[in-house]
């Protein structure tokens, strides 16, 4: 089926339902999502979202916060735009009816999480993202100007005069179709898949990403993923993630021998930011050869069952009791900071394609980002990028860093790889911990997969297991490549051969370019 529309959303998460909410105002909306609209990281966000609401708290602490998290690459102007607009947008889905939990006055309860400085997190429980989606979802699906089309996985942008005019997309049954619209945003979210041990569900593959990439958008810090220290590590069960709200709440992390080791790592101990709880754990079970655990047994059960049930009925399903039992858990691939460049309103280097949330690097994360910032960036500059779409077309305004640029893959005759093979591959040689040798042998296998790719692409443009590893090994690439060139440890990325902060030679953003 081919479609038209004023503009078009890909992607259903927080940032293209409240883009298209925003949008419908001022034309026909087509959102375009590649299953059900209701899957997406947003459904899965657990802790909250953050924003400076409370008493004790301010845009300024929020900037502080934030810049303190991203480990010198934050873009100010970008942090200004979210720790002041925040606040108004997330008072907006309060008045448009979120139930976040509140405190006896019936004001919102504002959590802690590692590296705030102050409470500072509205939350709905331990499943704020399925409210916020709830909320969200609800009022689009019943917006006149907003058209959904569920179970159409965008595939290629489709480019006129070296501008952005829309998208090819195939359904799960390999029938595809065209939509044609003005302007175009990305709101595809994130590329967790891309590792083995992730806590992002089936759909982050990097869609969006991908797609960009191959079109020629810029693509910026892309090596900064962010690796989330606890995610639930029981054979067979997928990585749940078990949030930091735990450790903001009291819970610790602790040995084979029950001893709570961090702080030996990093003075902040169990609340340091989650890169260095994360290789805190990777060097603990180096150290000890065992695994390693969250405990929150010394803490009042029934606050727990209460504060955390989706975590606790998670936990129950492994065969663990929460209030009680030591739970075994291991870092996991969780969120990158990357992504396509764009300037504060979303624009992207292709005329006419927006990008917003977790797909967009506008440089509010720099090198890591501050826990509970994801949901609220995807907020702010979602709203943002729909106001910029319905105003006059003008060229980005991105910021500036180096720019590599990368000839297109040529296509090889070896063979597809299977997903696990990339996501594999990337977990044990572009992971947690990186080092020149493992890091070009991951580019060198990429670049043939990639070839490979490239090859099969004509023959098998409806197969969706093929556009899936399609991504991952873009996506894949693309990492790679960025954290070999980075020699230094900055955020979320971390060279066991260069484990210092570089300022003199790294303190830069640094964008990658396919040559079409
Ligand atoms: C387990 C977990 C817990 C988290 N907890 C928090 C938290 O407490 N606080 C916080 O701030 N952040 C949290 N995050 C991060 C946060 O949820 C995400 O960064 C944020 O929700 C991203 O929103 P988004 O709108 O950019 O993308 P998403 O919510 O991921 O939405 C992307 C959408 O694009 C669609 N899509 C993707 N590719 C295609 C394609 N090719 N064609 C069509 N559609 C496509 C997807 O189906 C989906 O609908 C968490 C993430 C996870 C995984």
């Not at 959303?9 to 949008?23: C, N, P, W």
């Not at 860093?401 to 790889?417: F, I, K, M, N, Y």
């Amino acid at each position: 089926m081919n479609l038209s529309g004023d503009f078009l959303v890909i992607g259903s998460g927080i940032a293209g339902l409240r883009a298209a909410l925003s949008l419908a105002g001022a034309g026909e909306v087509i959102v375009l999502t590649k299953a059900d609209p209701r899957e997406s990281n947003t459904g899965y966000a657990q802790g909250g979202i953050a924003a400076a609401l409370g008493p004790d708290d301010s845009p300024e602490l929020h900037a502080r916060d934030t810049i303190a998290a991203g480990d010198g690459l934050c873009e100010p102007a970008a942090v200004d735009v979210l720790v002041r607009e925040g606040p108004r947008y997330v008072r907006e889905l309060i008045e448009w009816g979120v139930a976040f939990d509140v405190d006896a006055e019936g004001r919102p309860a504002l959590g802690r999480e590692a590296a705030h400085s102050v409470r500072r997190v509205l939350h709905a429980r331990d499943a704020s993202g399925r409210e916020l989606g709830r909320l969200l979802w609800s009022r689009v699906s019943t917006t006149p100007r907003i058209k959904v089309l569920d179970d159409a996985l965008a595939t290629q942008l489709l480019m006129s005069g070296g501008c952005c005019d829309g998208v090819a997309y195939v359904n799960t049954r390999g029938e595809q179709g065209l939509v044609r619209a003005g302007r175009t945003l990305l709101a595809t979210g994130g590329a967790g898949q891309v590792f083995r041990e992730t806590t992002n569900p089936a759909v982050a593959t990097g869609d969006g990403l991908a797609m960009a990439a191959r079109a020629g958008a810029s693509i910026g810090d892309i090596e900064f993923v962010q690796f989330h220290p606890t995610a639930l590590s029981v054979e067979g069960a997928p990585r749940f993630l078990l949030s930091e709200a735990l450790r903001g709440e009291g819970a610790r992390i602790l040995n084979e021998a029950g001893e709570a080791f961090v702080a030996r790592y990093e003075p902040a101990g169990d609340l340091a930011s989650r890169d260095l709880v994360a290789r805190a754990i990777v060097r603990e079970v180096e150290r000890t050869g065992s695994r390693v655990y969250l405990s929150m047994a010394h803490l009042d059960p029934d606050f727990i069952r209460r504060r955390f049930p989706t975590i606790a009925q998670a936990c129950a399903h492994a065969g663990l009791d929460l209030t009680r039992d030591r739970i075994p858990v291991s870092p996991a691939a969780h969120y990158v900071m990357g992504g396509i460049d764009t300037d504060l309103d979303g624009r992207t280097s292709i005329p006419h394609l927006f990008a917003a949330g977790e797909v967009a690097c506008t440089g509010v994360h720099g090198a890591n980002r501050l826990a509970s910032n994801s949901l609220l960036e995807g907020l702010v500059f979602g709203a943002r990028a729909a106001e910029a779409m319905r105003g006059p077309i003008r060229a980005a305004a991105l910021r500036h860093g180096e720019v590599v640029r990368h000839a297109p893959p040529q296509p090889e005759a070896t063979q597809v790889p299977d997903e696990f093979a990339v996501r594999d591959l990337m977990w044990r040689d572009a992971g947690l911990l990186r080092a020149r040798g493992s890091l070009e042998r991951a580019v060198a296998q990429l670049e043939r997969w990639a070839g490979a790719a490239e090859a099969a692409r004509p023959a098998r443009a409806g197969d969706h297991g093929f556009r899936r590893v399609g991504s991952l090994v873009t996506v894949g690439l693309l990492i790679a490549r960025a954290a070999l060139r980075r020699e230094e440890s900055r955020g979320g990325h971390f060279r066991t051969d260069f484990p210092a902060l570089d300022d003199l030679h790294w303190k830069r953003h640094v964008s990658d370019v396919l040559t079409t």
